[in-house]
């Protein structure tokens, strides 16, 4: 039932003024056809004075006056939906009954969003927020009125309740995570955002907190990100946003200090948090995530000390670092700093705790790196960072064994990145393949010597995988040997098993045998590659001898792979390999010489292994 | 005829001075001020803020016509006029 509220010396003022009105109208008369328009406009004026308004008018002093008092309903000041009657009854004393003619109206007056905006100043949130009708209520209200900047401003006018109604709603939703709170901060925020400029939605890297949202002291980081995600800001001012409000949740955090979503040591808050709020904003956005991820650069931990699922940050780095979506010095920027931040074992991080979430981050780490392995080696400067350091950063990355996993799995990523490096079939692709090879087998070494026991197989099988997909870059294309070759895997499995030692000296040593023969064997598969090449392009004949092999093969793998003997693979194979190539055409000196030499000098000849083996075979 | 054209003339001017005083009342008619008394200082709810559109409604409608009247009339005149000078201009018989 609509309610009506009225002055009645001013009502009973109006009815004079509309009857002698009609007096007047009924008094205009013409014959002149000229003005027949305008007097049916009079005569329709004339009847809906006297058949619609005098008699509501009417209808209603009457009522007051055969009662003698004035219906006044007792809920009125408790109820919202009553808060424009409660205005006018409670502050200005005025006469309130029932609609006469009962509109069931969805809409919102001008003076009902003005008293409504009074009457939450005034209202018990607390109640409010329990009772859901009246908040069902209350969202479509503001819903309603939101959608129109004359109503919002009305309702602006006598709100200035931000900083309770906020905080009171923010924590309920904190604690309890309801979507009819939701739907109230959607609805305040679409008001407010008649507020703001035009285009302050879409201002991206240069918008501000301050600039875009109700200014409320000391306001709780979860009700800003509330706030923000109820404004519907583009992806990339919601990126800027996100950073600048987490960087104040997290010191907020690392000072102890009570945030809703952190309620402290003695309680657990389990739901989400400003960020698991904030950061589903960009997922969608690769540039957003590009752009959070710079920024997240100067300090991750706005990463992975705010959130409660990890799993958001991964996917928001993981787009802003994708080859697809940005630059590789962009991307060395948040990859370096990240893993930097996972340098040191971030459950020793005082922040870094995920609220009971298992956030197993190798996985994560090993997708980041995987577009970006050739960026680490020696011979490409993509990146402003010393080899050292890159070498010791990518280290972080493999000395998790699900981060290993994920590489081995992920080759279709690590395509990506050698798509968006390498030049197809250049020496130079050779070279940083090679590169590649010889900085993943050290690492493995360090690895291995740095824990004996260590008997996984997974890093020569990441090389396997790296092998695998950087043979479409080399000159000849497809390393079919390696990728296929049956060897490979049973003088993987040989050699793990002969590693497996208790003797970090004798483990370096046959560790760095296993780089050794692992690069060989890389190295004579690219060679064959490049001769079935020369073949098909007529350089050599059909009839010429093939490259050397590397003589190993399942059954002499376990005869031929002693302790100490000073076997040394790639040794033994440069001494046939030239031999080989003396036969060239050209001779040992000639072009084609000089380019097998090159590319198998790009796996075999600069790594620190090949000058250990080459002492081993004395 | 020139005796016809000039009663014609003449009744087109009178009919536009007619037209211009009716425009000139609707523009001054009591109703266009009821909207004045009809806002939320007097009541408000659903029917009230109906009765306010309504009233402001009928403001528009009458200056629209009135502007209408004035236009017309100013056609009479116009007529009227282009009456006579074609009477000058075929002279008297």
Known sequence: ?618 | MPLTSSVEAAQLRQRATKLRALAQRLNGVRVLDCYRAAGTDTWVGPSPQRCDDALRGILATLRADADALSRQARRFDRLADEIDQRSRLTGPH
């Open chain 1, 1 to 618: 039932m609509a309610l009506l509220a009225y002055d009645p010396e001013r009502l009973a003022y109006l009815k004079t003024h509309l009857i002698a009105a009609t007096d007047e109208l009924r008094t205009i008369r013409t014959t002149d056809p000229a003005a027949a328009e305008a007097m049916q406009s009079v005569a329709t004026i004339r009847n809906e004075i006297d058949q619609v308004w005098l008699p509501l008018i009417t209808r209603i002093l009457e009522s007051a006056a055969l009662t003698d008092t004035w219906w006044f309903s007792p809920d009125i000041g408790e109820n919202l939906q009553d808060s424009l009657v409660a205005v006018m009854a409670n502050g200005y004393g005025w006469s309130v009954q029932p609609d006469p003619l009962n509109y069931q109206r969805t809409g919102v007056t001008a003076a009902e969003a003005r008293a409504l905006g009074a009457m939450l100043n005034q209202a018990d949130v607390l109640a409010l927020a329990s009772d859901r009708e009246q908040l069902r209520w209350l969202a479509q209200q503001l819903l309603t009125i939101g959608q129109d900047p004359s109503l919002s401003a009305n309702f602006l006018a006598n709100f200035d309740s931000w900083p309770t109604l906020t905080y009171v709603f923010g924590q309920e939703h904190a604690q309890n995570d309801r979507p009819d709170i939701t739907v109230i901060f959607d609805g305040l925020m679409m008001i407010w955002t008649h507020t703001l400029p035009p285009d302050a939605l879409t201002v991206g890297k240069l918008a501000t907190l301050d600039a875009l949202l109700p200014p409320i002291d000391d306001v709780d980081p979860y009700v800003q990100a509330l706030m923000v995600r109820s404004l519907h800001p583009d992806a990339l001012t919601a990126a800027t946003l996100t950073f600048e409000l987490l960087t104040r949740w997290l010191a907020l955090k690392n000072d102890w200090r009570f945030t809703f979503d952190r309620p402290g040591r003695l309680r657990t808050g389990t739901g989400q948090n400003a960020a698991d709020l904030l950061l589903p904003l960009l997922l969608n956005d690769p540039a957003a995530c590009v752009w959070l991820s710079k920024l997240a650069a100067s300090n991750p931990a706005i990463l992975f000390e705010t959130l409660n699922d990890p799993e958001l940050a991964y996917q928001v780095v993981l787009t802003g670092t994708d080859p697809a979506n940005t630059t590789s010095p962009a991307a060395g920027q948040a990859v370096l700093a990240i893993l930097d931040y996972f340098r040191i074992n971030p459950y020793t991080r005082a922040g870094f705790d995920t609220d009971g979430h298992p956030g197993d981050y190798g996985q994560f780490l090993g997708s980041m790196v995987a577009p970006w392995l050739l960026q680490f080696t020696m011979g490409n400067n993509d990146w402003p960072a010393t080899d050292g350091r890159k070498a010791a950063l990518l280290r972080v990355a493999l000395h998790d064994e699900q981060a290993m996993a994920r590489l081995i799995a992920d080759a279709e990523r690590i395509r990506v990145g050698f798509t968006q490096t390498l030049s197809t079939y250049d020496i130079a692709a050779a070279n940083q393949v090679g590169g590649l090879l010889n900085l993943l087998l050290q690492l493995s070494v360090n690895e291995r010597v740095a824990d004996e026991m260590a008997s996984d197989d997974d890093r020569l099988n990441l090389l396997w995988t790296v092998v695998g997909v950087a043979s479409a870059f080399l000159p000849g294309g497809p390393l079919v040997g390696i990728a296929s070759g049956i060897a490979l895997t049973t003088i993987s499995s040989k050699l793990n098993e002969y590693l497996d030692q208790p003797d970090p000296t004798g483990v370096r040593r046959s560790a760095e045998r296993a780089m050794d023969l692992a690069l060989t064997l890389a190295g004579a598969d690219a060679l064959s590659g490049l001769h079935r090449q020369w073949v098909a392009d007529g350089r050599v004949r059909a009839s010429h001898p093939q490259p050397p092999a590397v003589q190993v093969t399942a059954v002499q793998v376990p005869v031929d792979v002693p302790g100490d003997d000073g076997w040394c693979p790639s040794a033994e194979y440069h001494d046939d390999f030239d031999q080989w190539r003396r036969d060239l055409p050209g001779g040992i000196n000639g072009g084609l010489s000089r380019q097998a030499n090159d590319l198998l000098g790009a796996f075999i000849g600069t790594s620190a292994a090949q000058s250990n083996c080459a002492e081993i075979a004395g």
